[in-house]
Structures are given as C-alpha cells and as structure tokens.
C-alpha cells in the first residue's frame, strides 16, 4: 500500500474546477515533489489528502485511509507543514515543539530536531518575533516532531538562505528513510535535488509523473516543466 494515492480525483470549488481527474501516488521511502504553475491544483490536492477539503469525485487515500473521515490517531500518523499562518505567535518554539512532542508516544529527538534546523538561539524567543526563515524552519520542525509515517511539507526552503536550504533537503531526504513525504514546491533545484517521484500539474490536470529521470526525460526538469506548463498559467 503507497503512502498516498490520488485515483481520478476531482474537486469543484464555487464553480471552478481545481482539481481534474488527477491520479499519482507517493510511497514509503521516496521523496514525491509535486510542481506546477499557481492555481495548478496543488494546494487543493494536498489539502483534500490532508483531510482539510472533501473530495468531488475520485478517491485519496493516505496510509489507506481517507482522510476526510479519519481518526485522531489517523492524523498523528500524518505530519503537515504548512505555508505560512498555523503556528501559534504567542508562544516560544521551544514550548510549541515540547507541547507537540507530548502529544506522541516516541516523538522525534527535540534537542537534535532543533540543531538541526539551527533553532537553538531562538528557541526561547516569542514566534511573532521570529524572521521569515526562522518560522519556516519551526513549522517545518513541528511537522516532523511525531516522526511521520506521511509527510506534507508546503515549499518547505522558501525564503532559507542557502546553508539552512542544504540543511533542510538533508533532513527531508532522512525522514524519507521511513516515511512517504510529499513536497510542493516551485524551486526545479528542490525537486532536483531531493526528488524520487516527481507530479507535475497543469489547470488541474497531471500532465507528467514518474521518477525524476523520466520526467526529466533526458533534458533538464525545467525545460520539461516550461514545455508541458507552457500556455497553462491560470
Ligand atoms: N476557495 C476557493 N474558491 C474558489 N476557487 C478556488 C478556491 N480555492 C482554490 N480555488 C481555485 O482553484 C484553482 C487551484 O488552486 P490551488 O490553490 O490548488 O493552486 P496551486 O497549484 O496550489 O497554486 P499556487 O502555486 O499559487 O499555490 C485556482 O484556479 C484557484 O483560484
């Protein structure tokens, strides 16, 4: 069983039909970065597999569950980093990552967790007044602190400065080992560099998916996209 699976999924929003029978799955072990133009469908297809939005038609199904109708101990298997906004400002990383840590049986190692993403000088700092960097990197933490066994991390090394990004696709490759982690992201260096799979999504469509040398198919990953994108930008 993947660790996700998308079959003919198609999601109407008010009118507009976001998602068109996209089908893709991403397994145990693999990294997956998903690609495409704004308005392309990503957000809506990450969000119904994160059980935030129903599906129109088709089915999704992570860890063999749908996650519209999932348990709580569904979604402590599930660990979701979003874009920007989710994190509580009031609090300190360090508070926010232990409270998470506590929510699970063996949390990740929190004093390792946080060199890693080089969190330590601001652990004890109020998250409202962190920089753009350094809150990307708390999120990232908090949705890595259950050890997923599913990972969704929104274009986790937007706005890092070059070291934090290494540091991050090291980590993303590590929790890989073991987990399935989907990545969106509009950085053809990203997905180069830590892609197993790659999806590419055009007007709500797939319009590639296969390992990182299919889809590059010889060429590089940013000619392919600009081909098989172009004349699509919603
Ligand atoms: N709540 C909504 N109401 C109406 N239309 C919506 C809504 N949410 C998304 N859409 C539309 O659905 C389409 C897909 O949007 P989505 O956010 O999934 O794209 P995306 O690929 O994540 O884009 P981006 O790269 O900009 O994040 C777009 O045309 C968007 O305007």
Redesign the pocket.
Known sequence: MPGVEVVGLRRD??G?R??DDASWSAARGEVTTVL??????????IECLEGLQPVSAGSVRVLGTDPWRASADHRARVGVMLQDGGLPVTTTPQRLLRHLASLYAVPADLAELTARLDLGRVANRSIRRLSGGERQRVALAAALVGRPEVAFLDEPTAGLDPHARLEVWDLVRECARDAAVVV?T?SFEEAERIADTVVI?AR?RVVARGTLDEVRAGGSLEDRYFALTSGSR?
């Open positions: 929003i008010g507009v976001a998602v495409g133009p704004n308005g392309a469908g990503k957000t809506t297809t969106t509009h999504m709500g919603s």
